[in-house]
């Protein structure tokens, strides 16, 4: 049974930084999405299986880096500069498909339970 688990979000000020991280069952390209209150579920970042290839959403601004350890089977996710607007549950996501990254929601084959980051001014 394939199992994605987040943790490391919570409440944190303008201007300071998190790192989420997700721990998988198996390998897989990874990705995470965010959902904010009535909005959409969005792209934030993904990452292949080797590590090699990342891409980030533009609003991300080389704010957040993606990253994994393999042996661990663990994706990382670093916010820093983090802004009201960033406010959203975070959900880990995976696809069976190693190392083509992709933005469109509808390819991605797992999902974590989500992890709340909660940003005030």
């Known amino acids: 049974q394939v199992s994605l688990v987040e943790s490391g979000g919570g409440p944190v000020f303008a201007g300071g930084s998190l790192r989420l991280a997700c721990v998988a069952s198996?390998?897989?390209?990874m990705g995470w999405f965010r959902q904010a209150p009535g909005k959409q579920r969005e792209f934030v970042a993904a990452?292949?299986?080797?590590?090699?290839?990342?891409d980030y959403a533009d609003f991300v601004e080389s704010r957040f880096i993606i990253s994994r350890d393999n042996a661990k089977r663990t994706t990382y996710l670093q916010m820093n500069f983090l802004k009201p607007e960033d406010t959203a549950v975070y959900y880990c996501?995976?696809?069976?498909?190693?190392?083509?990254?992709?933005?469109?929601?509808?390819?991605?084959?797992?999902w974590g339970q989500g992890t709340l980051v909660s940003v005030s001014s």
């Open positions: 996501t995976g696809r069976r498909r190693l190392d083509v990254l992709v933005r469109d929601i509808t390819l991605w084959d797992y």
């Open positions: 198996g390998n897989y390209g």
């Open positions: 990452i292949t299986y080797s590590g090699g290839v990342k």
